[in-house]
């Protein structure tokens, strides 16, 4: 079936290292992936996206990489910092967003040690 | 801050009883989607309004119902309430018609059925 799942469920980083989320998708027709940041307490907050015409998208201090041939996606954020510290969750928009829905994994938790 | 605001922020409810949350779409913005996040779990799309029109369902039970209104604000109306309900509920909004499928979360509504 249709599913956005992650790698690594946790993830502990030092404060100023690389940090790299990873994420699998099954769905081909997607065309449209986000990834968010949850922050306890908050709604998902849109960090960066990426279509599939793209295989890299920067942004500031991140980067998302897709790999169509292997349906992965992954978040790479540099000089993590404390307040990165959140659940980061990648979605897609399965059916190429026919239905308007965005199928989101279960998420990473992110910790970040100062 | 996304503009994306919602109210309640915290309910109790009982079994059986009904529930009505509230969504303000970010200024600009003409769609709205409601999701649902369980604990410790990504969100899940129980449907869009667009044009004050159900414009795409997940798969939740018809006793999910919603409306939207001609300033583009909506409502999730949940009936018959069970204790597996409880949950963040989210809204999120965004434009139709733009290619992409970004939508803007606001900070949602916490449900807990006793």
């Known amino acids: ?25 099954s769905n ?3 065309d449209y992936f986000i990834w968010y940041k949850q922050e306890s307490g908050k709604g998902p907050q849109f960090i960066i996206d990426i279509r599939s015409n793209m295989d890299k998208r920067q942004g500031q201090r991140v980067t998302v990489l897709l790999n169509k041939t292997v349906k992965h996606l992954s978040l790479q954020i540099a000089a993590t910092q404390p307040g990165d510290s959140a659940v980061y969750f990648c979605a897609e928009n399965g059916d190429g967003g026919s239905q308007g829905n965005l199928i989101f994994g279960k998420g990473t938790k992110l910790s970040v040690k100062p | 801050e996304t503009g994306v605001t919602q109210s309640p922020t915290h309910l109790i409810k009982t079994r059986g009883q009904q529930v009505t949350l ?6 600009g913005h003409n769609t709205v989607s409601w999701y649902q996040q369980a604990l410790g779990q990504g969100p899940q799309f129980i449907f869009q309004y667009y044009r004050e029109e159900e414009n795409g369902r997940g798969n ?55």
């Open chain 2, 22 to 27: 509230r969504c303000s779409s970010q200024s």
């Open chain 1, 1 to 25: 079936g249709e599913s956005v799942g992650l790698h690594l469920p946790t993830l502990s980083v030092q404060e100023g290292d690389n940090s790299i989320i990873n994420c699998a998708y």
């Open chain 1, 28 to 30: 081909s027709a997607s």
């Open chain 2, 60 to 114: 939740f039970p018809p006793r999910f119902s919603g409306l939207q209104f001609p300033n583009y604000s909506s409502e999730l109306n949940v009936n018959a309430l069970e204790l597996d309900d409880s949950a963040l509920y989210l809204c999120a909004s965004s434009l139709a018609g733009v290619q992409s499928n970004e939508q803007f979360f606001g900070p949602g509504t916490r449900l807990t059925v006793l």
